[in-house]
């Protein structure tokens, strides 16, 4: 099992910054992978960014160059850098972890991007 808490959300003008923080705990040792996900109203949940063990990342084509994940070493922090924020950006984040193949979600932390 692999607890996450997110945290860092809020409310921001659009072309402002925010970072998420993502702390893990439980069995880290076994996380394949992280990333951050988000929801907005009335729509499907999407990938973000991703970062795996090899410290390969993805992210979506709608952040890429304003949205940086990292991670520390030991697996039990994650974190997404986000600059540049549109109004569009506003959604409910999640952290997500791949340990071994089962799925573990955060809570949630909801950043809303005002115009």
């Known amino acids: 099992q692999v607890q996450l808490v997110e945290s860092g959300g809020g409310l921001v003008q659009a072309g402002g910054s925010l970072r998420l923080s993502c702390v893990a705990s439980?069995?880290?040792?076994?996380?394949?992978?992280m990333g951050w996900y988000r929801q907005a109203p009335g729509k499907q949940r999407e990938v973000v960014a991703r970062v795996t063990r090899r410290g390969t990342t993805n992210y979506a084509d709608s952040v890429k160059g304003r949205f940086t994940i990292s991670r520390t070493g030991a697996w039990n922090m994650a974190y997404l850098q986000m600059n540049s924020l549109k109004v569009e950006d506003t959604a409910v984040y999640y952290c997500?972890?791949?340990?071994?193949?089962?799925?573990?979600w955060g809570q949630g932390t909801q950043v809303t991007v005002s115009s």
């Open positions: 439980g069995n880290i040792f076994a996380i394949n992978a």
């Open positions: 997500y972890a791949d340990a071994r193949g089962d799925d573990f």
